[in-house]
């Protein structure tokens, strides 16, 4: 049996070839599904632990990148045999790069990592309309919704969500948070968000104590 | 009585290239990165400036005369959209087409050469992109013979005609205006080229966790190229006014060892090269330059001109501040949203903390794309401002 420690070193680590020899070897071994429970528990802990290393300026964003990929395969290897349930997600997160804006790397970034925090996170994928993340808190109801963006002018996108969201009377049912390198105190005033941060792991922390399970 | 604009010309050249050599000019010099915020300036979309470059070059004589800066961004990154048309381009994505007509160009992280390729890559960098990589990007060049070359020399045509409609207006500036376009040329690092255009963002910083050595071996196969573009785009005769353009992407997406180990070696050649040209450089250092000022501190003196986003203006004085000359910081955000009031007391603190010893520019911390990013008004104050505030005393 593999012990739950390497995998949570593996992904930390970022040893790609160790992480997923360690996962064939332990679906080999016939695990059960609190066996594959706690398997995903200890990598979602290596990723925590990878968002660690990048607030303490260890890593940059080419290992969130790098985990992510990681993470991504584990996971692809592991769901399969995965009788997921509801009740272990922690929250809901409606997540796409605003309106008028394709770009995908940190909004992809972030949604492995909240997916890896416990998550479920329906990604809208990029130049999503307001109309759109209406729609999207309409049918899913998330607790949260997250908009990226990497240009300025994305910032207007964010704020007409914000407005549409406000105008549908769903304001109050959500908590809005923005991202992007861009992205500061002004814009997010400017903009209406409830919080907003330039780091995926930070952002994960604050979607966390929203949903009431980080202090 | 009011300058002639050969006057103008001079004085603005001569306080640019005063602050880059290091020195201390009879004022700090000003200028902003305008490019997207120039067609929306006159009520205009990115699409048609794109399109219809007698509009672009008037949208950009209107900021001309009503800012007065020392400097104006060149207009590069306002695309000319035919070209693209003609080749069947995909990477870039064209306002008006697959974008809103308001929109900047943009760059989604696509990737169009695989990891398994390499080894061809390295052996012959050149016939790679000229065969594989571009028949990838410009669906035209696809079809066949004669199709492909007729889709060629339209783009190529249009482009050179573009070129020449740029330059005269550049010349035409100059004469009229007084007013220096602030670079001229372009080229990239090996690793940020190969991430940017061929291997994509994501692809290549997963490169260099699976095949180090190829990547490394693919930035030196590439560097002569990019050497080669230097002096191509710069054109004659080489000379240390205008600045050549040297955007930079992937450095900040790196820990400092794998900066160290894949982007410096072929960055530094490079720019040593383009020193050796008898040029000076303006990096373009996007996101926060911090871990890697030290190796910023070791290029020749006197030669760069680093436009910082969000680095610590005071740390990077300390650092730099004996041989690079350092320009930019004051936030869009605050320009485009807040009160004249905030943007000079930024503008105040900036100017005490960079401005001793010469060495330094007043410059935005982003490139100006959207309305949002700069209230004319504020635009108008701050520059006011740093032309009172901004003398040297002798």
Redesign the interface.
């Known amino acids: 049996m593999v012990a739950l420690e390497e995998f949570t070193k593996a992904i930390t680590d970022l040893d790609e070839e160790k992480a997923i020899h360690l996962v064939n070897e332990f679906l080999a071994s016939d695990p059960s599904q609190g066996d594959i429970t706690e398997a995903i528990k200890a990598c979602q802990e290596g990723m925590s632990e990878v968002g660690n290393r990048y607030e303490a300026k260890d890593y940059f964003l080419a290992e969130l990148i790098f985990s992510s990929e990681v993470f991504r395969r584990v996971m692809e290897l592991i769901r399969p045999r995965f009788k997921r349930t509801a009740a272990q997600r922690i929250g809901k997160v409606a997540l796409g790069t605003a309106k008028g804006d394709i770009h995908d790397i940190g909004k992809d970034i972030v949604r492995t990592m909240l997916e890896a925090g416990g998550f479920e996170v329906h990604d809208l994928g990029v130049d999503v309309s307001s109309q759109q993340f209406v729609n999207t808190i309409e049918e899913i109801t998330p607790q949260i919704v997250g908009m990226s963006g990497l240009i300025t002018p994305t910032f207007d996108s964010m704020k007409a969500t914000v407005d549409a969201i406000k105008a549908a009377g769903l304001r109050e049912d959500v908590k809005i948070i923005i991202g992007g390198n861009l992205v500061d105190q002004v814009v997010s005033e400017h903009v209406g968000a409830d919080g907003f941060s330039n780091s995926a792991p930070e952002g994960v922390k604050i979607c966390k104590r929203w949903v009431g399970v980080l202090e | 009585m009011k300058e002639s604009a050969d006057e103008l010309l001079h004085q603005r050249v001569h306080r640019l290239k005063t602050a880059i050599s290091l020195n201390e000019p009879d004022r700090i010099p000003i200028f902003f990165q305008t490019l ?1 915020w120039i067609p929306h300036y006159s009520g205009l979309t990115v699409q048609e400036t794109s399109f219809d470059y007698g509009s672009l070059i008037r949208a950009i004589e209107k900021v001309i005369q009503d800012f007065e800066w020392d400097g104006i961004w060149s207009p590069g990154g306002i695309w000319p959209a035919p070209v693209f048309i003609a080749l069947g381009q995909t990477q870039y ?1 064209v306002p008006g087409e697959s ?2 007509a ?3 160009f ?1 760059f ?2 696509v990737s169009c050469m695989e990891p398994d390729e390499y080894p061809e890559f390295i052996a012959d960098p050149y016939a790679f992109i000229v065969e594989k990589i571009m028949p990838r990007r410009c669906t035209e060049l696809t079809k066949p013979f004669p199709r492909n070359a007729i889709s060629l020399a339209k783009g190529a045509l249009e482009f050179g005609r573009y070129l020449t409609l740029m330059d005269a207006a550049y010349e035409r500036w100059r004469q009229v205006y007084g007013m220096p376009v602030l670079t001229k040329g372009l080229t990239g690092a090996p690793l940020d080229i190969l991430a940017d255009f061929y291997r994509g ?2 692809g290549l ?2 490169d ?3 095949r180090p050595e190829q990547v490394k071996e693919a930035c030196e196969a590439l560097l002569p190229l990019q050497i080669k573009f230097a002096k191509v785009s710069y054109g004659e005769p080489k000379t240390d006014f205008p600045p050549i353009m040297l955007p930079i992407h992937i450095a ?4 400092p060892s ?1 900066f160290a180990e894949f982007f410096w070696p072929t960055f530094y050649k490079l720019v040593i090269a383009i020193v050796e040209m008898g040029l000076t450089c303006l990096l373009m250092l ?2 926060t330059w911090d ?1 890697y000022l030290d190796y910023l501190a070791q290029l020749p003196k006197g030669k760069f001109l680093g436009l910082m986003q969000h680095v610590d203006m005071k740390r990077a004085k300390a650092v730099l501040g004996n041989n690079m000359c350092i320009a930019g910081n004051i ?4 320009l ?3 009160t004249q009031e905030e943007v000079l007391a930024y503008a105040k603190k900036l100017i005490d903390t960079c401005a001793p010893g010469g060495g330094y520019i007043f410059a935005a911390d ?1 490139t ?3 309305l ?2 700069a209230k004319p008004e504020n635009l108008l104050a701050v520059t006011k401002f740093v032309k009172e505030y901004g003398g040297y005393r002798k």
């Open positions: 997207s994505l974008l809103d308001r929109s900047s943009q989604p992280d963002i994501r910083l997963i260099i966790k699976r900040t997406f790196l820990r794998d996007e996101g871990p936030p869009c955000s605050l485009g949203h807040r982003s100006l794309l959207s949002n990013d």
